[in-house]
Nanobody, 122 residues
Framework: QVQLVESGGGLVQAGGSLRLSCAAS????????MGWFRQAPGKEREFVAA????????YYADSVKGRFTISRDNAKNTVYLQMNSLKPEDTAVYYCAAGIRPKSAGDEYDYWGQGTQVTVSS
């Protein structure tokens, strides 16, 4: 079965950096677009970033543009989210997802990971 496993979350001070990873198995990874989403307590899930199957096209939410970078390594079946200049408002559970197209809508994605907590202290 398909599994997406996120890692790399943790506690970091404002202005710091983290790199999230999402390891995929059970699917032909190189044929799927990948996305990162996040959900803060009491808030709806929101789009963070997405990348096309080949990695040539990337998309970002305005709130993270210029600070976060999504990338993928198809040889390792892994997608990454490099997060720099972190802010307390970036605190959330971060989820990776696999879908046919790199869209910002969560219902465009077929598979989801269980999430990793990112906490940014002020």
């Amino acid at each position: 079965q398909v599994q997406l496993v996120e890692s790399g979350g943790g506690l970091v001070q404002a202005g710091g950096s983290l790199r999230l990873s999402c390891a995929a198995s059970g699917l032909t990874f190189s044929t799927y677009a990948m996305g990162w989403f996040r959900q803060a307590p009491g808030k709806e899930r929101e789009f963070v970033a997405a990348i096309s199957w080949g990695g040539r096209a990337t998309y970002y939410a305005d709130s993270v543009k210029g600070r976060f970078t999504i990338s993928r390594d198809n040889a390792k079946n892994t997608v990454y989210l490099q997060m720099n200049s972190l802010k307390p408002e970036d605190t959330a559970v971060y989820y990776c997802a696999a879908g046919i197209r790199p869209k910002s809508a969560g219902d465009e994605y077929d598979y989801w990971g269980q999430g990793t907590q990112v906490t940014v202290s002020s």
